[in-house]
Antibody, heavy 121, light 107 residues
Framework: QVHLVESGGGVVQPGTSLRLSCAASGFTFTSYAIHWVRQAPGKGLEWVAVIWYDGSNKYYADSVKGRFTISRDNSKNTVYLQMNSLRAEDTAVYYC??????????????WGQGTLVTVSS | DIQMTQSPSSLSASVGDRVTITCQASQDISIYLNWYQQKPGKAPKLLIYEASKLESGVPSRFSGSGSGTDFTFTISSLQPADIATYYC?????????FGQGTRLEIK
């Protein structure tokens, strides 16, 4: 069955960097776009970024544009989120989610369990 | 960016009640609207896609309707397992945005 497993979260200081990974299994990875969605403690869901099935297109929320980079390695069935210049407001559980489509946005039909990123001095 | 306004923000109902949540988009999004359920400490789960289509394996007491700017999510007969927070989400374009969520409690 479909599995998405996030890793790489932790406690970091403001201004530093962190790279999250999302390892996928149980489906044809190269047929789906993948998103990152985050949730600050006690808050709602915030879409962060998406990458097309082949990495050809990437889109970001304004709140992370220029600081975060989404990428994928289709040989490893893994999507990454490189987070630079981290701020306290980036503190959240970060989920990766599979889009139902390869090269467009639609619904998020499978989600990982999330990884917690805490930005604090 | 398209804003999604969800109401109410919280709701208390009894087992067996019919529950309705609304979501309004700041501009026409056709039927590009999904609904998710999130239980505490868990990832969200897709319930309804394209405004009214029931995701495979989701109980038929859940339903969705609407198009354009106004959408409705309904639980026909509330069950204890339905206690969760519910979110609408548009996908008309990027950036994708979610409603602020509706926290559903049992009375």
């Amino acid at each position: 069955q479909v599995h998405l497993v996030e890793s790489g979260g932790g406690v970091v200081q403001p201004g530093t960097s962190l790279r999250l990974s999302c390892a996928a299994s149980g489906f044809t990875f190269t047929s789906y776009a993948i998103h990152w969605v985050r949730q600050a403690p006690g808050k709602g869901l915030e879409w962060v970024a998406v990458i097309w099935y082949d990495g050809s297109n990437k889109y970001y929320a304004d709140s992370v544009k220029g600081r975060f980079t989404i990428s994928r390695d289709n040989s490893k069935n893994t999507v990454y989120l490189q987070m630079n210049s981290l701020r306290a407001e980036d503190t959240a559980v970060y989920y990766c989610a599979r889009d139902n489509l390869a090269a467009a946005v639609s619904n998020f039909d499978y989600w990982g369990q999330g990884t917690l990123v805490t930005v604090s001095s | 960016d398209i804003q999604m306004t969800q109401s109410p923000s919280s709701l208390s109902a009894s087992v067996g009640d019919r529950v309705t949540i609304t979501c309004q988009a700041s501009q026409d999004i056709s039927i590009y609207l999904n609904w998710y359920q999130q239980k505490p400490g868990k990832a969200p789960k897709l319930l309804i896609y394209e405004a009214s289509k029931l995701e495979s394996g989701v109980p038929s007491r859940f339903s969705g309707s609407g198009s354009g700017t106004d959408f409705t999510f309904t639980i026909s007969s509330l069950q204890p397992a339905d206690i969760a927070t519910y979110y609408c989400q548009h996908y008309d374009n990027v950036p994708i945005t979610f409603g602020q969520g509706t926290r559903l409690e049992i009375k």
